[in-house]
T-cell receptor
Framework: GAVVSQHPSRVICKSGTSVKIECRSL??????MFWYRQFPKKSLMLMAT?????????EQGVEKDKFLINHASLTLSTLTVTSAHPEDSSFYIC?????????????FGPGTRLTVT | QKEVEQDPGPLSVPEGAIVSLNCTYS??????FMWYRQYSRKGPELLMY????GNKEDGRFTAQVDKSSKYISLFIRDSQPSDSATYLC????????????FGKGNQVVVIP
């Protein structure tokens, strides 16, 4: 149980284009999902907290107009990188919390590697 | 001072050795402590989860939390080459805000 999927697993796009990454909780419902960014050999950096049915909460320094987050249902959150540039190339990982569990575990997706050329 | 400190290593051990990893933290509000394992180019996988102080054992893995010292540890007994991965500690204060604070991660290599 507690499986989180991400799509696509890797994507290459040209500078200036937009890319959408999906995060799905497959066997549980998640009112809250999190989006992280990870650079090589670095830890995870929280970008934003996505709440179903409301606006996402962005961490300091993260441009909300560049990284659009939509949490349209209890099993799906999307991250859209708009007008991507090479510096946006990174490993993007989402996580989700099972709303039916009283603990605070987060389950992570397998990540999406974005390369902007 | 960073919220969570974790020496990034790397750490190389021979197969069968005990691996010892640790993190320190500064926020006394943290109550939930986790260890994640991350293989190269994959998402983190929850390995151990502990609430408050104490020990927790799961197979070859033991997690220890000492809240008085703000220090957590992960021990891997009889290490295997398949244990080669990056291990990240994470913690949360809980109560509605599930924001996780992560350590930098510790790369472990188990040599056959």
């Amino acid at each position: 149980g507690a499986v989180v999927s991400q799509h696509p697993s890797r994507v290459i796009c040209k500078s200036g284009t937009s890319v959408k990454i999906e995060c799905r909780s497959l066997d549980f419902q998640a009112t809250t999902m999190f989006w992280y960014r990870q650079f090589p050999k670095k830890s995870l950096m929280l970008m934003a907290t996505s709440n179903e049915g409301s606006k996402a909460t962005y961490e300091q320094g993260v441009e909300k107009d560049k990284f659009l987050i939509n949490h349209a249902s209890l099993t799906l959150s999307t991250l859209t990188v708009t007008s991507a540039h090479p510096e946006d190339s990174s490993f993007y990982i989402c996580s989700a919390r099972d709303m039916d569990k009283s603990n605070y575990e987060q389950y992570f997706g397998p990540g999406t590697r974005l390369t902007v050329t | 001072q960073k919220e969570v400190e974790q020496d990034p290593g790397p750490l190389s051990v021979p197969e069968g050795a005990i691996v010892s990893l640790n993190c320190t933290y500064s926020n006394s509000a943290f109550q939930y402590f986790m260890w994640y394992r991350q293989y190269s180019r994959k998402g983190p996988e929850l390995l151990m989860y502990t609430y408050s102080s104490g020990n927790k054992e799961d197979g070859r893995f033991t997690a220890q939390v000492d809240k008085s010292s703000k220090y957590i540890s992960l021990f891997i007994r009889d290490s295997q080459p398949s244990d080669s991965a990056t291990y990240l500690c994470a913690m949360s204060a809980g109560y509605g805000n599930n924001r996780l604070a992560f350590g930098k991660g510790n790369q472990v290599v188990v040599i056959p």
